[in-house]
């Protein structure tokens, strides 16, 4: 997990990379949002115009709005066009309830899979939250392949009448993730390391660290050793995990059971 300063978290797994909404993606919110699919399934004005992405952009100006209610645009580096949206919705009481779309422009290549799994973390580790909770319109399939792949845990019963769609009450499906099975679901089903690109002990406690969001100089307090031999373990895990970046690594270690997620 990648955090810039900013008005805004950017977080990243190497292929999407979610940053802030910004003026310049209204035109593609507008096309994005005013899907036929996105229209069934999620509560947005319909029609949705370009006032109607202004005033979602309104709700976040500052830092503190946004941090009230975090939210992105799904991007796929190089390509930084707005491609959906993801956010938390947080309760102020250890939960927040997550919600997502992409573009039909951008569908089929799992980045609601991928942006969930980032968004979820960022929920756990950042945000401290100690339950993501989600829910869909019965029906909506696609969304509940997503969630469920994550690692949700969605019974298959229908909770009558739980959500309010443009005047009328529909059917929902619940679920609810912990940072538990957010880990466990993300572990890769012993994909043994070949010796020679197994980690260390000393560079699993620095991706340990990493994990934590800590930066080279905190790790290297904690450790008791220098920021350079600390910056040579760093690179050595990235080589060996295969990953352009810290955050990255941090995915890959995540799935791979090598770390785990602050409590
Ligand atoms: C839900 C949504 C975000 C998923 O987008 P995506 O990341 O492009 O998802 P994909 O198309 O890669 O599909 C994800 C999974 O769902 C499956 N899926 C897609 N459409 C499906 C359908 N109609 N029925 C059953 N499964 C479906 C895919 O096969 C895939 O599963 P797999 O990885 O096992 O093959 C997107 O469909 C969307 O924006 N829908 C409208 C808005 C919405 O419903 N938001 C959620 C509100 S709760």
């Known amino acids: 997990m990648l955090t810039v300063p ?5 977080l990243s797994d190497g292929v999407v990379l979610l940053r802030g909404e910004q003026p310049t993606d209204i035109d593609d919110m507008v096309s994005g949002c005013a899907d036929p699919l996105t229209a069934q399934w999620v509560p947005l004005p ?24 975090p939210m992105w645009a799904i991007t796929t580096p190089p390509a930084p066009r707005w491609s959906g949206s993801i956010g938390l919705h947080p309760d102020g009481a250890g939960a927040a309830e997550v919600g997502y779309l992409v573009a039909p422009w951008a569908r089929g290549d799992r980045l609601a899979e991928r942006s969930l799994r980032l968004v979820c973390a960022f929920a756990f580790g950042t945000l401290g939250l100690q339950v993501v909770t ?8 696609a969304s509940r392949r997503v969630a469920q792949q994550v690692g949700f845990d969605i019974p298959d019963h229908a909770f009558a009448r739980w959500g309010a769609h443009r005047g ?17 679901r993300g572990r890769l089903p012993d994909a043994a390391d070949p010796t020679d690109r197994a980690l260390t002990a000393r560079e ?10 800590r930066t080279n100089q905190e ?19 990235l080589e060996k995990l295969s990953a352009r970046s810290r955050a990255e690594a941090v995915v890959v270690g995540l799935r791979r059971g090598l770390t785990t997620l602050p409590d």
């Open 6 to 10: 900013g008005p805004a978290v950017t």
């Open 46 to 69: 319909a029609p949705y115009g370009p006032d109607d992405a202004r005033a979602w952009l309104a709700l976040r100006e500052t830092d503190e709005q946004w941090w009230s209610w």
């Open 134 to 141: 989600w829910r869909a319109y019965v029906g909506n399939e």
């Open 168 to 184: 009328e009450r529909r059917d929902c499906w619940l679920g609810t993730l912990t940072p538990e099975a957010l880990a466990r």
């Open 204 to 213: 699993v406690q620095v991706l340990d660290l990493m994990t934590r969001g």
């Open 219 to 237: 790790i290297a307090d904690d450790l008791g050793i220098s920021t350079n031999t600390v910056k040579n373990h760093v690179r050595s895990v």
